[in-house]
């Protein structure tokens, strides 16, 4: 009986920490600044706090890049993205709540 109780406590929904998707603001092409999901949009729960943030691929494709070593530059021309998000990404990349 007791083994069911400790498995029945790992398994509940609140046993389970909620992970956050790193996210940032930024102003593409449209000139909005609004905050974008760095990461896949499934993971991403639905937040209590505020509105859902904007997943844009190639927001998603240079915050991975630039996980991997790349330059802000770079970035912006590859994933053609203003440099100014380019740079907010890859501080983000480079942050240790990113690793």
Do not use: N
Not at 10 to 25: G, I, K, Q
Not at 62 to 72: E, F, P, S
């Amino acid at each position: 009986m007791r083994l069911l109780q400790h498995l029945a406590k790992l398994t509940a929904p609140e046993a389970h920490a909620r992970v956050d998707c790193p996210r940032v603001s930024l102003t593409l092409q449209d000139g909005t600044e609004r905050p974008y999901l760095l990461d896949d949009p499934g993971s991403d729960p639905s937040p209590e706090d505020g509105p859902r943030a904007a997943y844009e691929p190639r927001v998603h494709l240079a915050y991975i890049l630039a996980r991997q070593g790349h330059d802000a530059r770079w970035l912006a021309r590859f994933a053609d993205l203003p440099l100014p998000a380019a740079h907010r990404i890859a501080e983000a990349a480079a942050s240790p709540a990113a690793a």
